[in-house]
């Protein structure tokens, strides 16, 4: 395959943290591996992410890479750009002369954006360059794709989807592909023993309203010999801790963030994961569960239902949670053991790191690209 130069672009968070980050350093890894030279643009919020890639933000195009190599000027730079009487310019950093040039050095633009992302707009601009969007987040509806399709034909652009799942039947005019997530720490979360049972479950992500966790904590009101343990950090945390004091829950815990380099000892806490987020497009943490050898519960979300391949294990309106929690406490040892082992070699079937490194070089460092 030819050397390419690609830039991976994304809105990163300060906190560093996200599934959005894990997947574009999976991106990045599985790239590199594969002969690519590789750089990463975020609007703000860059830093050592990627290891020895760079990562840029819109004040080092605008005021110069080099100025940013003395940390007094780089913070008085970030706090000009920074300003709200630059919002406009800020916020118009994609249209400007200086993105055009920086842009124009790379093979090939992936984004790891939903369609309310600021960065969208790079898929709309005239640009010479093969863009692809890694969509990080639920299509509400494909009218962005339908406009797509009428303006942007004959142009070098294409989507990329976790799974078919996400498109409901819907197919775009303009190319498209689908590529699952695998998990960053794979040899680790393999090694983790599959144990034959069912008793602490867990919920895993940023405290944040589509994740529904609150209608979790109440579920498990009904069943006080069940354990749940809640792992990640945000804004409603301190409404979860509301909720587990005024129902005097001694089953429930909050158990804090785990960097992505100590996921497999969060791992190795409970028996199954749960999602119940109303929107997501993987998600990432139910691949790592796969490897992890964990029994998993879902709502039909993203790619989940073609993951499992199991709707005894999906929720809604006729399957409840409570429902699946009081049948695989009917389970035997061996279903449950079952379960996990077959959930395992899924992953390392569709999901594993060297599955998906293939299948994200075979796409992005082709000679035609989209």
């Not at 498990?220 to 409603?236: A, H, Q, R, T």
């Not at 053991?337 to 299948?359: G, M, V």
Request: hydrophobic share 40%; proline share 4%; aromatic share 10%.
């Amino acid at each position: 395959m030819p050397n390419k130069k690609v830039l991976l672009v994304g809105p990163l968070n300060k906190d560093a943290v996200g599934g959005r980050l894990e997947e574009m350093k999976v991106w990045a890894r599985s790239l590199e591996d594969h002969g690519a030279h590789v750089e990463v643009f975020t609007r703000f919020n860059s830093g050592p992410f990627f290891g020895n890639i760079p990562v840029w933000e819109s004040a080092h195009l605008v005021f110069g890479k080099r100025l940013f190599r003395n940390s007094f000027i780089k913070k008085t730079l970030l706090r000009i750009w920074g300003s709200s009487i630059l919002k406009t310019k800020r916020d118009a950093i994609f249209t400007t002369n200086v993105w055009s040039r920086f842009v124009s050095d790379f093979d090939c633009v992936i984004l790891f954006i939903t369609d309310t992302s600021l960065e969208r707009s790079i898929f709309e601009l005239p640009l010479n360059v093969p863009v692809f969007i890694r969509y990080t987040g639920l299509l509400r509806s494909f009218e962005s794709l339908l406009r797509d399709g009428a303006k942007l034909d004959g142009f070098n652009r294409a989507y990329i989807f976790h799974d078919k799942n996400l498109l409901k039947e819907f197919k775009p005019s303009l190319p498209f592909h689908f590529i699952d997530q695998t998990a960053i720490q794979e040899k680790k979360l393999l090694s983790i023993p599959i144990r034959p049972q069912c008793k602490i479950f867990a919920m895993i992500g940023l405290f944040m309203e589509v994740k529904q966790v609150e209608q979790v904590i109440e579920t498990f009101i009904e069943f006080p010999d069940l354990k749940l343990l809640l792992f990640g950090k945000g804004e409603l945390e301190s409404s979860y801790s509301q909720l587990i004091e005024t129902n005097k829950l001694d089953n429930v815990e909050l158990r804090g963030f785990f960097p992505a380099d100590e996921m497999d000892k969060m791992f190795q806490e409970f028996d199954a994961l749960i999602i119940n987020s109303s929107e997501e497009t993987g998600p990432m943490t139910g691949v790592e569960a796969m490897a992890a050898g964990k029994l998993i519960i879902s709502s039909s979300v993203g790619a989940m239902p073609g993951r499992l391949d199991n709707t005894k294990f999906i929720t809604g309106k006729s399957n409840t949670l409570s429902s699946v929690l009081t049948e695989i406490g009917e389970l035997s040892t061996e279903d449950i053991s079952a379960e996990k082992h077959r959930l395992r070699k899924k992953y390392l079937k569709n999901c594993s790191n060297e599955a998906i490194s293939r299948k994200i070089a075979d796409l992005i460092l082709e000679e035609n690209t989209i």
